[in-house]
């Protein structure tokens, strides 16, 4: 199992520009996650997906989409990027249930916006 | 709300020598606790979770974390550092009873600790 694979590894972006950042997982998990991690802040959560069909905001969703395409993938689009997304972005995912609740990561997508 | 604090940024420790790193929690209801560590230009890695039960939980590499509820902390400890162990450790906390995003998981800001030799 490759768990959760991320595309691509670093960006480059100048101001204005648009890119999908691509996240796949082969646990046959149902929820997956895009955070943000800025130094001294920790992650934070920009979008989830609960199950296949479904996507909601979290805690940074402003100047982000994403699109749960199907159980496996879920995308993070950046449809004008601002230097303020230069950042470190990972997928991950989950099982829904309470017992098995840690989440696996991908290694993630190291922006940068000019 | 759900918050995690990490107190301290860096925690450096000689090789051989226990080690703890701080994390303390606040929700509404019963939390569920995690540690992850991550490793420079790497995706986080799950170390252990505390969901119910023996309030000393154990898991990966030989690290074990204590839960306090009357002091709201799960700190992560290891009997024998190793130098190995240097990383980016983080806490995450998700409360047991709200429902939509705030059911999902809080990080900490994260700790480095460095094992020195």
């Known amino acids: 199992n490759a768990g959760v694979t991320q595309t691509p590894k670093f960006q480059v972006l100048k101001t204005g520009q648009s890119m999908t950042l691509q996240c796949a997982q082969d646990?046959?998990?149902?929820?997956m996650y895009w955070y943000r991690q800025d130094p001294g802040m920790g992650l934070r959560l920009i979008y989830y997906?609960?199950?296949?069909?479904?996507?909601d905001k979290g805690e940074v969703p402003n100047g982000y989409n994403v699109s749960r395409l199907n159980k496996r993938e879920f995308s993070l689009r950046l449809e004008s990027a601002a230097p303020s997304q230069t950042s470190v972005y990972f997928c991950?995912?989950?099982?829904?249930?309470?017992?098995?609740?840690?989440?696996?990561f991908g290694p993630g997508t190291r922006l940068t916006v000019t | 709300a759900q918050s995690v604090a990490q107190p301290e940024d860096q925690v450096n420790v000689a090789e051989g020598n226990p080690l703890t790193v701080k994390c303390t929690y606040s929700?509404?209801?019963?939390?569920?606790l995690f540690w992850y560590v991550q490793y420079p230009n790497r995706g986080l890695q799950f170390l252990l979770k505390?969901?119910?039960?023996?309030?000393l939980v154990k898991g990966s590499y030989g690290f074990e974390a204590e839960f306090n509820k009357s002091q709201t902390s799960f700190h992560l400890k290891k009997p024998s550092a190793l130098v190995s162990d240097s990383a980016l450790y983080f806490c995450?906390?998700?409360?047991?009873?709200?429902?939509?995003?705030?059911?999902?998981?809080?990080f900490g800001s994260g700790t480095q600790l460095t094992v020195l030799p």
């Open positions: 991950a995912s989950s099982e829904a249930q309470v017992t098995s609740y840690e989440q696996y």
């Open positions: 646990m046959n998990h149902n929820s």
């Open positions: 997906s609960a199950s296949e069909g479904t996507t």
């Open positions: 929700v509404s209801g019963n939390p569920y």
């Open positions: 505390y969901i119910t039960g023996d309030n």
């Open positions: 995450a906390v998700r409360d047991s009873i709200s429902s939509g995003s705030a059911r999902q998981l809080t």
